[in-house]
């Protein structure tokens, strides 16, 4: 490949050299890469029509190569590639200037074929033309030019003068190409620092003409943004690693824009031996491409939401109850301003939160994160100190987001009404066999008939094996963990045939996506954490359920375990040094851990929409407390957390008893 021609090497679309039977020698990159061939293949001289054949003809109707002087106008026209690729393409045809032919060597007259891939882009037609309209002025400096080297060799003061003006219209050239493709486009070299040459669409996208200037100021990097970029360019240029390997290390979008979205790509620029000489930066504006991309990531996310509630109607429905409940529970305690504690309600607007996320109802999710935020500036601003009387302001504030999310729950069911039909007057429901209907009737008269059918009811309709409760964490958390960059095998549920009566435990299950969030989002490591350290890519959730008497009752024990990173003891207690929050400077490693339960505790950095509040883990302690029982947690350092949770559970004799009291009275 001459020289001459390696400055179409960084153009982002498809471009070739052809003699005057459309024979191929030379094509760039992009034309290599759109019709899989080898280099050593597309300049071997072989007609065009064997790597790309166009519907309509390369040429327009009566028009030859040899009357081609300037460039043609772009047509846009189909195509089809031998390897069955087919698409439409805007293709312009120009001759080489007789100064590049020569430095390149050619032997007879060449033309440049140009073609834009417009498949996707159509609805860009319009502007691409009025640009090309635009470039009327260079071609006609360019007609100019040929004209003044009709003199060429009449001295070689005039030869070297018109060669020179020659290479700076075929700079020109290149230049309003490059222009034409719509993308950012400038070289840095090693220094870090932006050569001359770039694309005036450069000058919109960063909003500064990027020449002769720091590529971290080009690119608006601040703080630590900068020395991590300083560091990343010198070793792309020491070729510490292969470039293609080091291009996911940098920059990769434009940060100071968020509502567009410009991505970034790098192409190294190499001498003739092989050595990089600078780097090409092609900066793209996908806004449009990126606001199609999250409506179908909407629509999918709907469908997974109707998918997730069909399939596990039961909890959906148990979620729908207890949302209720609390909403309206909250409702009237905010706008009478009584039984407000706000503790309580911190844990009731995060237990919201979590089990509408894991159903996919963002909308609720976000409304009940924005509530949290409204009440926990509040208790700042107090500094920390919730007075006894709620401001009127305050409590209508977030009375106004309870009875949005309420809104938004009754809008969803009116909708999608089959998929929680009965949830609002009857909870769950259980079907009884005809057959059973019909023993029961002949031992309606048996003296131990109540008791017996007490005992049948317990055991086969009031309980449901627990497992099934839990029916849609594991779907709801996989989603989580890719949403937060990791990866999580399926949970695992241990005696998840166990029996419990699901409505004796609705409201402690329901805290207990706290628990498998906080796993999640604190506990498992990212795919590149987790291989450093030894582990297999894809974290684990185990859920354990063990039924036992103790002291004359029946416990129901639960224990969550991730095999993440575990509760470093150090950091809690550096954490809580932070916060300024009391506590027991003596106490052990295990027992500081327990500081995860606090309200006013969190090891998180920031509030996400999953967790930092220090809310969640308490909701679970406060609701095993409330039923008498207990939560702790056990962790290793490197190997993983277990919460467990420790509560009484109800025994068939309650019924018994309750039925026996019944007929006695």
Not at 122 to 135: T, Y
Not at 505 to 528: K, M, S, V
Request: net charge negative.
């Amino acid at each position: 490949m001459s020289e001459i021609f390696r400055i179409f090497e960084n153009i982002q679309e498809p471009m070739f050299i052809i003699d005057g039977e459309f024979n191929v020698y030379w094509g760039n990159s992009a034309a290599l890469q759109a019709l899989d061939v080898s280099a050593r293949k597309l300049s071997s001289g072989k007609p065009l029509s064997n790597f790309i054949e166009f519907k309509q003809g390369a040429l327009a109707e009566g028009q030859t190569l040899d009357s081609i002087e300037e460039p043609s106008a772009s047509r846009e026209i189909d195509f089809t590639t031998p390897n069955g690729g087919n698409g439409s393409g805007q293709i312009s045809i120009q001759s080489v200037p007789q100064v590049i032919q020569l430095a390149a060597g050619a032997d007879s007259k060449r033309w440049v074929v140009y073609i834009r891939n417009v498949t996707l882009e159509k609805i860009l037609a319009d502007k691409f033309k009025a640009q090309l309209d635009a470039k009327e002025g260079v071609i006609v400096e360019l007609q100019t030019a040929r004209a003044e080297l009709e003199n060429y060799s009449k001295n070689l003061e005039k030869m070297v003068e018109a060669r020179t003006v020659e290479l700076r219209e075929a700079n020109r050239l290149v230049s309003t190409i490059l222009n034409s493709l719509g993308q950012g486009i400038f070289v840095f070299d090693r220094n870090a620092q932006t050569l001359p040459f770039y694309s005036k669409v450069s000058e919109r996208m960063f909003g500064i003409a990027p020449a002769n200037k720091p590529v971290a100021d080009v690119l608006r990097l601040e703080g630590s943004e900068r020395e991590t970029f300083k560091k990343w360019i010198e070793a792309v240029f020491e070729e510490m690693l292969d470039f293609e390997d080091l291009v996911p290390l940098g920059p990769s979008r434009l940060t100071t824009s968020p509502d567009k979205h410009v991505a970034f790509d790098f192409h190294p620029m190499r001498s003739e031996q092989g050595a990089l000489q600078g780097v090409v930066l092609v900066a793209t504006d996908k806004t449009e491409e990126m606001k199609a991309r999250k409506e179908a990531e909407r629509e999918r996310s709907f469908a997974r939401r109707i998918v997730q509630i069909v399939q596990h109607r039961q909890q959906f429905k148990t979620f729908v109850n207890e949302a209720n409940r609390i909403l309206a529970g909250r409702s009237k305690s905010l706008e009478t301003g009584s039984g407000l504690d706000h503790e309580e309600v911190s844990r009731d607007l995060h237990t919201i939160k979590g089990g509408a996320a894991s159903f996919s109802l963002i909308e609720i999710a976000d409304r009940a994160h924005h509530c949290e935020d409204v009440l926990s500036n509040y208790v700042k601003s107090q500094a920390g100190v919730m007075p006894t009387e709620w401001p009127n302001g305050l409590r209508m504030q977030l009375k106004s987001g309870v009875d949005v999310m309420t809104r938004y729950l009754n809008e969803f069911l009116e909708n999608h009404s089959f998929l929680a039909a009965g949830s609002e007057v009857e909870g769950r429901t259980v079907e009884i066999p005809v057959a059973t209907l019909q023993a029961w009737h002949e031992r309606i008269n048996h003296p131990q008939f109540a008791k017996i059918v007490s005992e049948e009811i317990f055991e086969n309709w009031m309980q449901e094996p627990v497992a099934r409760l839990f029916g849609n964490v594991d779907g709801s958390m996989r989603e989580l963990a890719q949403r937060l960059g990791k990866s999580l095998k399926p949970t695992v549920f241990e005696n998840g045939d166990l029996k419990v009566v699901p409505e004796y435990f609705q409201e402690l299950f329901g805290t207990y996506i706290h628990g498998f969030r906080n796993a999640i989002d604190h506990g498992i490591e990212t795919p590149g954490e987790r291989i450093a350290a030894g582990k297999d890519v894809d974290g684990q959730l185990k859920v354990k359920f063990e039924r036992f008497v103790q002291g004359g009752q029946q416990w129901l024990k639960t224990e969550i375990y991730d095999d993440g990173r575990g509760m470093d003891p150090v950091r809690i207690r550096r954490r809580l040094d932070e916060k300024q929050l009391a506590y027991d400077t003596n106490a052990t490693d295990e027992e500081i851990i327990q500081a995860v339960f606090r309200d006013d505790f969190s090891t998180a950095n920031a509030v996400t929409d999953v967790s930092g509040r220090g809310v969640g883990l308490s909701a679970v302690k406060a609701q095993a407390e409330k039923m008498g029982g207990e939560a702790f947690v056990r962790s290793t350092v490197g190997t993983g957390s277990i919460l467990t949770v420790v509560v009484p559970d109800i025994q068939t004799s309650s019924l018994t008893v309750a039925s026996e009291l019944k007929q006695a009275g």
